[in-house]
């Protein structure tokens, strides 16, 4: 299991927000750049960015910044999400050397497209469902739809997604823990790989977070990490370690 350091991006600053509230943003780092050198000097095998300005506007605002990142960081995976709307957006961010977009508000407003992407790209769509109450949530978190979280992953888990972000918005940026039940219920609803965000506090919750899937029929990839290592409260290393251990 992967623990997955994030960089959100606005303004071409390095932030976290608080429940995808864009009025309650705490920088980090005017150099996102520097940033994912840190995480891969600490040893990250897989990067999350997030184009926050993007996931607002409907399309991509910070791509040549992201395209920097990208390239810095080798080998290592990255992963990308934020306004990206249409095939023509997903092909350039590939085309730069992402390794997979995430595509979330306009798979749940128009599951064809995601049908779609993963056609033309099959391994290379992750989708990002983002649930509020176990709702799904569109346009940056703003609004929140009648469709449930469980019920999409279902059906999704059938197509060649690469994997599923899943977040709890109530605790994205909270510090809060992790929603596991959920988590492992969206893995056990769908074929596809996990990947837990939203809450993670210190080792605790990675410790729980890996104790429940140990008896799942779901499988979970990593889970993706903000505010905490940011904060101090999780060390990467030592999360990854945990993650690395025994079962």
């Known amino acids: 299991m992967l623990l997955i350091p994030a960089i959100d991006i606005k303004d071409g ?12 943003v705490t920088v980090f780092s005017e150099d996102p750049v520097a940033v994912a050198v840190r995480w891969l000097d600490a040893g990250c095998r897989r990067l ?14 910070n791509r040549s910044l992201i395209q920097a990142i990208t390239e810095r960081m080798g080998s290592v995976p990255v992963q990308v999400g934020g306004g990206i709307r249409s095939l023509e957006t997903l092909a350039a961010y590939l ?11 306009r798979a749940v407003e128009e599951p064809s497209f995601l049908e779609e992407a993963v056609r033309e790209y099959p391994d290379r769509i992750t ?30 888990g059938e197509l060649a997604i ?5 977040t709890d918005i109530e605790r994205d940026g909270m510090l809060s823990g992790l929603n596991v039940e959920a988590t492992r219920e969206i893995a ?27 008896q799942s029929t ?10 905490a290592i940011y ?17």
């Open 13 to 24: 600053q390095c932030v976290r927000l608080k429940q995808g509230r864009m009025d309650d």
């Open 48 to 61: 999350h960015i997030v184009d926050l300005d993007g996931a607002f506007a409907g399309e991509p605002r």
């Open 95 to 105: 085309e730069a050397g992402v390794a997979q977009v995430i595509i979330g508000t």
């Open 127 to 156: 989708l990002g469902l983002d649930a509020r109450h176990g709702q799904l949530a569109t346009e940056g978190w703003d609004q929140t739809s009648s469709v449930s979280a469980l019920e999409f992953a279902r059906w999704a």
């Open 162 to 166: 690469a994997a599923i972000v899943y």
């Open 188 to 214: 056990q609803a769908c074929n596809t790989p996990v990947i837990a965000s939203g809450g993670i506090t210190d080792l605790t919750d990675l410790e729980k977070l890996k104790s429940a899937f140990r």
């Open 218 to 227: 779901g499988t979970l990839l990593g889970a993706i990490t903000g505010r």
């Open 231 to 247: 904060a101090g409260t999780l060390d990467f290393r030592a999360g990854q370690t945990l993650l690395d251990g025994d079962g």
